[in-house]
């Protein structure tokens, strides 16, 4: 894997026939990459706790026009910085991050700038209940998770 491709930071994969591009910050983004750079929108995988993709329609990421999609069971769930349950979580976060620290109220700020700054920060939640914070790449590993993310496939040359 590969990173920094055309100064935005994707993720690049070889396979045997194609290259593939992960790692944009919503749909709109990869279909731009397509419309600038040429390519074909698709749906990558991660599964089994690895990080070798292979290209699926499994979660329906191009017909819900979803960049990125968490299957870890029932009581888990995946909340992306960009979905718009997050803040709730940000909040939540900032809340006992400054109850752990018992930091003055301006302080509490900052720790609210780091939560949201965070590299493309996931709120995950076991039975509706906050667990932990984890990162895109990082949640490929965790959970026994299938990890779906919108991406850009391209013809080998």
Do not use: C, W
């Amino acid at each position: 894997m590969e990173t920094k491709e055309n100064n935005r930071k994707l993720n690049r994969y070889e396979l045997e026939d194609q290259i593939l591009f992960t790692g944009f910050s919503n749909f709109t983004d990869a279909e731009n990459y397509v419309n600038e750079k040429g390519g074909e929108l698709v749906e990558v995988a991660f599964k089994d706790g690895n990080d070798n993709p292979r290209v699926t329609d499994e979660a329906g990421l191009i017909e819900k026009k979803l960049h990125y999609f968490v299957d870890a069971g029932p009581e888990y769930k995946f909340i992306h910085s960009s979905d718009p349950g997050f803040k709730q979580y940000a909040d939540e976060l900032q809340k006992i991050k400054a109850k752990l620290t018992q930091s003055p109220p301006d302080e509490r700020y900052l720790a609210n700038f780091e939560i949201e700054n965070a590299e493309d920060p996931i709120v995950v939640l076991k039975n509706d209940h906050f667990e932990s914070v984890t990162s895109r790449e990082r949640s490929k590993y965790l959970k026994h998770a299938k990890v779906y993310e919108i991406g850009v496939s391209v013809a080998k040359p």
